[in-house]
């Protein structure tokens, strides 16, 4: 391969992983506004909502559990449920098979208004979805899961 088209290859490359960093942070700021949105919406604070999005995703689970999910001391797990059980967004529940544990888990109510809310997205997406082959797609999830395993990698050097 030539120098100049050896050149212009690492050109296009340079120019395509800065124009990804560049949408990368753009999508980031824009499921920042998205969870902003929902908080006002839902009269949460961005931790309370964060740990909403946990439970959603991972199921129910102890607060020390939930704790460690969302990078939260014990103390500061305990009143992020106590006021989402106040809004009635969270049940607490003593395990049927170790009644010393107590599983946290979104109500209804929760998962309601997380449906109203961010239910509209998958209609947004579909038409954009629906163009992407399934190559593309694994390249994408592959690709989301690397870049959650660095960031949350460098959260937690921060947090050292």
Do not use: H, W
Request: net charge negative; proline share 2%; with cysteine.
């Amino acid at each position: 391969m030539s120098k100049q088209i050896a050149s212009a290859l690492s050109e296009r490359r340079t120019a395509l992983l800065t124009e990804l960093t560049r949408q990368v942070r753009l999508s980031q700021i824009a499921s920042d506004k998205m969870d902003d949105a929902f908080c006002q919406r839902a009269g949460v604070n961005l931790t309370d909502e964060r740990c909403i999005d946990l439970l959603d995703m991972l199921g129910g689970m102890t607060a020390g559990e939930l704790a460690g999910a969302a990078s939260l001391s014990p103390a500061a797990v305990t009143a992020v449920l106590d006021r989402l059980e106040r809004s009635g967004l969270v049940t607490r529940t003593r395990d049927e098979r170790d009644r010393r544990r107590v599983i946290v888990e979104l109500t209804a109510q929760a998962r309601s208004l997380a449906a109203e809310i961010y239910g509209p997205l998958a209609g947004y997406a579909t038409p954009y979805l629906e163009e992407l082959t399934d190559s593309e797609l694994e390249v994408i999830v592959r690709f989301l899961a690397v870049s959650s395993e660095i960031n949350e990698r460098r959260a937690a050097e921060l947090r050292e």
